[in-house]
């Protein structure tokens, strides 16, 4: 379907209803009756009206100076865009009703861009006819460059990545947009380009600059100051169009534009039937200069960056008025779309509007249908020609990109839903500096080694010991005979645990080795001996992160302290062998777990002391030591099966019935269970004098893991049928044994407490 304007402009599409399918949210009814069809009317006509309002003030803004011949063309590309992405997006958003059109930040880069395109031709001696006709192309280049990057962050789903931007770059990036917005505006009143020079300043005072600048900064600040305290997006179209009506009384119904100065310093200049932009016939029959394009590529980059983290901020703050989750990718596909067609045509970049959308809903909207109106609207005033502009004063033009600029530098740098620290607020604030004295380029370069360096120092005051604990509170998973318990916990503080959590590099990897180094100096209890790093929680480090290690391996040598690292990748198990951790002249070592490493640490601090190893007759004086003297501890011993086990043989598996209870004499067996692949695991070591199996034997219940020797072992098994035999014959020596059941398990529920205090 093609709609056929005046002047031969065509205007395509059939891409209609493909716009309007994209997705499968759920969509408000457009239209319903005729109540909500005039409120949709309504407030899409006020939106219209005030949209337009800033379409003149970015044209003014955009084309000054020698291209000042350009507004009328700039205008209609203005209502243009506005016109295409305000019916895409109101039509197809997940945040309906809303609003789209030219975003401010990105229109205060197209008035950077346009004015050093038309510096540099200028200086190259072109007419500003060729200069208008290059920043039109520049906008065209930019739109389109703008709508393929959304399309592709949205089709892509690329969309979340977005969110990561840092907020110093964000808010330098605004505020810089504001600062521009306003002094913009400044030379749309008086036409003096405001600088830091002192001549520029007094020629903003001089007596024919001075009651348009006066007028302008006074309307601009205070419908800001108003604005902060009535919290109405109807304060500025009221204030606008009753300061306009004001102004055109009294110098045009009362004839004082002469005495003031003259119309040229009141209003518009040269400003004529609007004048429509077609990109793909006109561009093909100039001869443009592409390599001025191509010297301004980082302030159309910066366009297209701008667009992009301006609709995130918008949809963010969106979803948070509307309390409705938005789907960002489907909206920068939506917006991306839009883009291309507006290029193609002859539009200016436009996107999802924070400020329309809230306007059109506070002014009664009822469905989606409200911000297509405001978007005909704009093409109905473009379509008929209608030379609006010489009815609006410069000043209030100038006042109003003022009143923008002020609430864009007012949100990147005071208000805001989270507190901000000084050195986010400084960095913001010497990005925008930069892009404000020499161009977004070196603006962004600024940003990203600004907001890189502020993470890092940020991530690497955060630390990277999650938790710190020693064997005399925490021990591996190995049940020991109590002379071996009592020894660890009387030594344990020689074994220091680390366990480290996040992406390790340069700056939380010194932390690292002075930390270490702090607890070894630190400790005059006795000598720290072994330090146990668990990276189970580190996803990577880099490579400066190894040199750090390397100091303190070379530290921990000086004190004859061994480094144990434990689960570590494959990758960074590499680095630290290339790195000559684990060479043989060196005690540092590596294991798989953090138990494993754990329980060589304490073998290591065992094997220093005496310690007798559990035999049969000790077996029966741990007999004694738990149920005393006055039981038949031969008689209990008559009721169980001695039984020797080689390493490997398996004491009974998992899910076999629970018809044993047996007590280790002497050795050590693992209690292993399956996971859901069917890989065995150890969980448990138990050695020395204990009791396994009595969960499931009291229970009835199947074994819950399966038991094996890890060396040659001896245990004494009881049957259940020994075990009601017992009650029956020897009441006294079962209830003995029933008490050593509840010792056994009430001492492992306190060294369950003890691991859980230590780790809270």
């Given amino acids: 379907m093609f709609i056929e304007f005046r002047n031969g402009w065509t205007f395509s599409l059939f891409l209609f209803d493909t716009l309007v399918s994209l997705g ?29 309002a800033y379409c003149i003030s970015f044209s003014a803004l955009i084309f000054q100076g020698d291209i000042a011949g350009g507004f009328s063309i700039g205008l209609a590309a203005l209502l243009t865009g506005t016109a295409v992405t305000g019916v895409i997006v109101s039509l197809t958003t997940t945040l309906a009703p809303a609003d789209a059109g030219p975003d401010t930040p990105a229109v205060a880069v197209i008035s950077v861009l346009a004015a050093s395109i038309a510096a540099q031709l200028s200086a190259q001696g072109l007419s500003p006819e060729q200069a208008i006709l290059h920043v039109m192309t520049a906008v065209s280049v930019a ?9 592709g962050l949205g089709t892509f789903k690329l969309g979340v990545w977005l969110r990561f931007v840092p907020y110093p770059v964000i808010g330098g990036f605004l505020a810089a947009s504001g600062w521009l917005l306003i002094t913009g505006g400044i030379e749309v009143m008086t036409g003096v380009a405001p600088t830091l020079s002192l001549d520029s300043l007094e020629a903003l005072f001089l007596p024919e600059n001075l009651p348009q600048f006066a007028i302008g900064m006074l309307f601009g600040v205070t419908v800001f100051l108003i604005r902060r305290r009535i919290d109405s997006f109807l304060v500025l179209p009221i204030a606008f169009f009753v300061m306009l009506v004001v102004l055109d009384v009294v110098l045009l119904g009362l004839g004082q534009v002469a005495k003031f100065g003259g119309h040229e310093r009141w209003f518009l200049q040269g400003v004529s039937e609007l004048e429509r932009w077609m990109p793909l016939v006109t561009i093909p029959q100039q001869e443009l200069k592409w390599s001025v394009l191509a010297q301004n590529a980082a302030e159309i980059g910066a366009v297209c960056g701008v667009t992009a ?8 703050s969106l979803e948070v008025a509307r309390q409705k989750s938005a789907d960002l990718d489907k909206e920068l596909r939506t917006n991306g779309i839009a883009n291309v067609i507006a290029a193609s045509v002859g539009g200016f970049v436009g996107n999802l509007s924070l400020n329309g959308s809230i306007l059109i809903n506070e002014a009664g909207a009822a469905s989606r249908l409200s911000g297509a109106v405001a978007a005909l609207i704009c093409a109905f005033v473009l379509f008929v020609g209608a030379d609006i502009a010489t009815l609006v004063p410069t000043p209030l033009l100038g006042g109003l990109l003022t009143y923008l600029g002020l609430v864009i530098i007012a949100e990147a740098m005071i208000r805001s839903p989270a507190q901000r620290t000084w050195t986010d607020l400084l960095l913001a604030g010497a990005i925008m500096a930069v892009i404000v004295y020499f161009g977004y380029l070196l603006g962004v370069l600024l940003g990203v080694v600004g907001a890189c360096l502020l993470f890092a120092f940020s991530y690497s005051r955060i630390g990277v010991v999650r938790r710190h604990l020693t064997c005399a509170d925490f021990s591996s998973n ?17 074994v220091h645990v680390l ?3 996040g992406f390790i590099f340069f700056g939380s990897s010194n932390g690292l080795f002075e930390y270490v180094r702090r607890t070894i100096e630190n400790q005059t209890s006795m000598p720290v001996r072994y330090v146990i790093l668990d990276f189970r929680a580190v996803p990577g480090l880099d490579t400066s992160a190894v040199l750090s290690l390397v100091k303190l391996r070379n530290y921990c040598d000086q004190v004859s302290v061994t480094l144990v690292f434990s689960s570590l990748t494959e990758q960074m198990r590499k680095s630290f062998e290339a790195a000559e951790f684990f060479a043989e002249l060196r005690t540092h070592c590596v294991f798989a777990t953090r138990n494993d490493a754990q329980e060589w640490c304490e073998t290591r601090i065992l094997s220093q002391h005496e310690v007798d190893l559990p035999g049969d007759s ?4 741990w007999l004694i030591g738990e149920l005393g003297d006055s039981a038949d501890i031969p008689k209990l011993i008559s009721y169980f099966e001695r039984h020797e086990l080689e390493a490997d043989e398996v004491l009974f598996d998992e899910g076999a019935p629970s018809d044993t209870v047996e007590m280790i004499a002497r050795g050590c067996v693992a209690i292993t269970i399956k996971d859901e692949h069917g890989v065995s695991a150890r969980i448990r070591r138990m050695a020395g004098q204990t009791v396994v199996g009595e969960m499931g034997f009291y229970r009835n219940a199947p074994r819950a893991a399966t038991v094996l020797a890890e060396q040659p072992t001896v ?20 209830s003995a044994f029933n008490r050593l059941i509840i010792r056994v398990l009430s001492d492992r529920l306190e060294f369950a407490n003890r691991e859980i205090t230590a780790l809270v």
């Fill in 24 to 52: 499968k949210t759920e969509r408000q009814p457009i239209g319903g009756n005729a109540a909500s069809l005039l409120r949709d009317v309504l407030a899409g006509s006020i939106a219209a009206l005030v949209t337009i």
């Fill in 143 to 151: 739109t389109l460059l703008t709508g393929l990057l959304l399309l």
């Fill in 309 to 316: 983290v301006s609709m995130l901020l918008d949809v963010s």
């Fill in 478 to 494: 190995v049940e020991r005979a109590p002379a071996e318990a009592r020894l660890l916990r009387e030594h344990g503080e020689q």
């Fill in 499 to 501: 366990w480290l959590s």
């Fill in 618 to 621: 000790s077996f029966e004086d």
């Fill in 715 to 734: 245990v004494y098994r009881m049957t259940r049928e020994a075990f009601e035999r017992m009650e029956d014959e020897a009441p006294e020596t079962a």
